[in-house]
């Protein structure tokens, strides 16, 4: 039985970096929320055995390293139904290495691509379990929406929706690695202590703070699809984009990346210049997003960009619910 996926992006809405923890991972605190652009991933289940992962992008692993694979190694062993064979095929549009977590969204595309297949129901707190062992980007997926990351990422928690958001994207044909993001963080702490330190203003703490004063702003709890009322009484999206601006929250990553590749910060600088009311970089990079009030105002941006020859598409942010409904109907 073949079950094609919607295997959607994400963008991280701010993330603040902690201390490196005993077991090697960074604690982390971040806002991540998924985006309507995807890849396309196909999970096709026979008797027999084996898992097979196809995909035409050069980039993309095949073997016991892609996250599609170790997903479906996790997912048989704890339905153990006798042989099967598995192929896995993605349709890549998302960009590999950038910061979009385009590979723990397929990883988690084949783990409910497999329940299907199989007519399972693997308890929802098992589906977390197997998602953080592969990754710390890969539980998200599981939510959808706006989310908020603990832990080392792994440990999510559904935030109050934000409505339908414009969003630019710009990557750069540049891979950056995440852990030698954040070895570099940990070079940065070194030299600035008060990044990680509890009073530092930039802390993990500090944004822990950001994000609650952030859901507890106007448009929480009155606006949202499940009270139909717009937030401010104004533009839908307005209101929120500005409440989260306000609240300062931004990347860390930012910090040690930008440095490296000083061509990701002029990306920013022209996001900004084209009227995005927030622009970041996402995850460790190399993508940068760009939120814009209006879906004009962010086609504009776009083809601007691109005439400059910066290859940016447009997408919006993703509800829950949206994230949901669409995830199957390819
Ligand atoms: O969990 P994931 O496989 O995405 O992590 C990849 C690498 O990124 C880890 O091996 C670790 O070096 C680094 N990492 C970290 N702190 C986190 C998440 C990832 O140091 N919170």
């Known amino acids: 039985m073949s079950i094609a996926l919607r295997s959607f992006a994400k963008i991280n809405l701010g993330l603040k970096i902690g201390p490196r923890r005993p077991d090697g991972f960074h604690e982390l605190r971040t806002v991540y929320q998924t985006l309507a652009l995807h890849d396309v991933v196909r999970v096709d289940v026979q008797p027999g055995s084996g898992i097979e992962i196809r995909c035409d992008d050069p980039r993309v692993p095949l073997d016991e390293s892609n996250t599609c694979y170790k997903m479906a190694e996790q997912v048989l062993k704890a339905v153990a139904r006798g042989p099967l064979s598995v192929v896995v095929e993605i349709e890549k549009r998302l960009p590999v290495q950038g910061g979009l977590g385009a590979a723990s969204s397929n990883g988690v595309a084949t783990m409910l691509g497999l329940e299907r297949a199989l007519g399972l129901q693997i308890p929802a707190d098992e589906k977390l379990r197997m998602a953080a062992g592969v990754g710390s980007d890969l539980p998200l997926f599981l939510i959808g929406g706006t989310v908020l990351g603990?832990?080392?990422g792994e440990e999510v928690q559904p935030l109050p929706e934000i409505p339908e958001l414009?969003?630019?994207?710009v990557a750069p044909p540049i891979g950056?690695?995440?852990?030698?993001?954040?070895?570099?963080?940990d070079e940065l702490a070194v030299r600035e202590p008060e990044l990680t330190t509890a009073h530092g203003t930039g802390t993990i703490e500090a944004f822990g703070q950001?994000?609650?004063?952030?859901?507890?702003?106007?448009?929480?709890p009155q606006a949202g699809p499940a009270s139909g009322v717009p937030a401010g009484g104004g533009n839908r999206a307005e209101t929120p984009l500005?409440?989260?601006v306000r609240t300062g929250i931004e990347n860390d990553f930012e910090r040690v990346?930008?440095?490296?590749?000083p061509e990701l910060y002029e990306v920013k600088r022209v996001?900004?210049?084209e009227g995005a009311a927030y622009a970041s970089l996402s995850g460790s990079g190399s993508t940068l997003f760009g939120l814009f009030e209006s879906e004009r105002e962010a086609r504009g941006a776009a083809a601007r960009m691109n005439a400059a020859g910066h290859s940016a598409v447009t997408t919006t942010t993703v509800t829950r619910e949206r994230y949901w409904n669409d995830l199957f109907e390819c």
């Open 271 to 273: 996001l900004q210049r």
């Open 150 to 152: 603990e832990g080392r």
């Open 176 to 185: 950056v690695s995440t852990p030698r993001a954040f070895a570099l963080w």
């Open 242 to 244: 500005l409440d989260l």
């Open 166 to 169: 414009h969003v630019v994207l």
């Open 257 to 261: 990346v930008f440095p490296e590749y």
């Open 210 to 220: 950001s994000v609650l004063s952030w859901l507890n702003s106007s448009f929480y």
